[in-house]
């Protein structure tokens, strides 16, 4: 009797020292979260960090000297050149947002809503992803020969005898950076739509048409609502992607045009890195208050 009580005695002990060790469901879901805390604070926030304490450095052409100054700051918000160069960018991005807003939404909707079969759905979607299988550059420059004054566009034109000589703005100008643009980020606007679409519950569609609803009434007043979510996400793929964008703009405006990022990219190969921080930070700050705006109209939380 005695062993048992102090078998008993002990069980008690190590459950009450169970009980002592036992973590809150807050300190766990903490614990979770620690390794994802770790990754974006060392590869997101702390490059954002020390590209702010540079904005504020001085330079010249022997090198940076740390320091707190805002000259940068002032150089930068205080030029007509880069205000015309922001909203150039802005336009850039516009233009590309309705375009792949309107393709991409027609695309996803087709192959959410036209396409019975799954694993047809599957195999046209993989097809639009192949030409992401080569590098953006690639696909950038592949649009040269056919939009050049010689390409295959000007030449069909003319032997067709629809114009008497090459058209000049189809290449080296914004019609040509905002084609590639399209061609090269309509997926990202494309993707999160379908993922949306199909998502909606098929009887929503025969419940409006029992109402009497017609096709556009349907599209315009169930799906449309419905795919809101997916349109937001992609448009903050697109406006960042296209904010960001530099080899774009210098390859298909053949130097005649300017964005942002590539006013950045010639600051930092003239090693004018604490100017080209002040610029990236305001680029910044420009993005994510296109984004809290994008948040603020619309709630994706329905699609993460």
Same mark, same amino acid.
């Given at each position: 009797?005695?062993?048992?009580?102090?078998?008993?005695e002990?069980?008690?002990?190590?459950?009450?020292?169970?009980?002592?060790?036992?973590?809150?469901?807050?300190?766990i879901?903490?614990?979770?979260?620690?390794?994802?805390?770790?990754?974006?604070?060392?590869f997101f926030?702390?490059?954002?960090?020390?590209i702010?304490?540079?904005s504020f450095w001085?330079?010249?052409f022997?090198?940076? +000297?740390?320091?707190?100054?805002t000259?940068?700051?002032t150089?930068?918000?205080?030029?007509?050149?880069t =205000?015309? &160069?922001?909203?150039?960018?802005?336009k850039?991005?516009a233009?590309?947002?309705?375009?792949?807003l309107?393709?991409?939404?027609?695309v996803?909707?087709?192959?959410?809503?036209?396409?019975?079969?799954?694993?047809t759905?599957?195999?046209?979607?993989?097809?639009?992803t192949?030409?992401?299988?080569?590098?953006?550059?690639?696909?950038?420059?592949? =649009?040269?020969?056919?939009?050049?004054?010689?390409?295959?566009v000007?030449?069909a034109?003319?032997?067709?005898?629809?114009?008497?000589?090459?058209?000049?703005?189809l290449?080296?100008?914004?019609?040509?950076?905002?084609?590639?643009?399209?061609?090269? +980020?309509?997926?990202?606007?494309v993707?999160?739509?379908?993922?949306?679409?199909?998502?909606?519950?098929?009887?929503l569609f025969?419940?409006?048409?029992?109402?009497?609803?017609?096709? =556009?009434?349907?599209?315009?007043n169930?799906?449309i609502?419905?795919a809101?979510?997916g349109?937001?996400?992609?448009?903050?793929?697109?406006?960042?992607?296209?904010?960001?964008?530099?080899? &774009?703009?210098?390859?298909?405006?053949?130097?005649?045009?300017?964005?942002v990022?590539?006013?950045?990219?010639?600051?930092?190969s003239?090693?004018? +890195?604490?100017?080209?921080?002040?610029?990236?930070?305001?680029?910044?700050a420009?993005?994510?208050?296109m984004?809290?705006?994008?948040l603020?109209?619309?709630?994706?939380?329905?699609?993460?």
């Amino acid at each position: 009797m005695a062993t048992i009580a102090a078998e008993t005695e002990e069980d008690d002990q190590g459950a009450r020292v169970r009980r002592g060790l036992r973590l809150s469901p807050t300190a766990i879901s903490y614990l979770q979260a620690t390794p994802l805390i770790v990754i974006l604070g060392f590869f997101f926030l702390l490059p954002i960090a020390m590209i702010s304490v540079v904005s504020f450095w001085d330079y010249d052409f022997a090198g940076l +000297y740390p320091d707190f100054l805002t000259m940068n700051y002032t150089d930068t918000l205080g030029s007509w050149v880069t =205000w015309k &160069t922001y909203l150039n960018t802005l336009k850039f991005t516009a233009i590309v947002w309705a375009l792949t807003l309107v393709i991409g939404f027609w695309v996803a909707y087709f192959l959410a809503f036209h396409i019975r079969k799954t694993s047809t759905q599957m195999i046209l979607f993989l097809v639009c992803t192949v030409p992401f299988m080569t590098s953006n550059i690639i696909r950038m420059i592949s =649009w040269i020969p056919v939009l050049g004054r010689n390409g295959l566009v000007n030449s069909a034109l003319i032997e067709m005898g629809v114009i008497p000589k090459p058209i000049e703005w189809l290449l080296y100008s914004d019609f040509a950076v905002v084609l590639a643009m399209v061609h090269l +980020y309509t997926l990202f606007m494309v993707t999160p739509i379908f993922n949306t679409l199909m998502r909606i519950d098929r009887s929503l569609f025969e419940a409006a048409r029992d109402a009497g609803a017609s096709s =556009w009434q349907v599209l315009w007043n169930v799906v449309i609502p419905l795919a809101k979510p997916g349109m937001a996400i992609g448009t903050i793929f697109v406006v960042t992607l296209v904010m960001a964008d530099f080899s &774009t703009v210098q390859v298909m405006s053949g130097g005649q045009s300017a964005s942002v990022a590539l006013m950045m990219k010639n600051q930092m190969s003239l090693l004018q +890195y604490p100017a080209a921080a002040a610029n990236a930070v305001v680029l910044l700050a420009v993005v994510l208050l296109m984004v809290a705006a994008i948040l603020r109209v619309v709630d994706i939380r329905k699609e993460l």
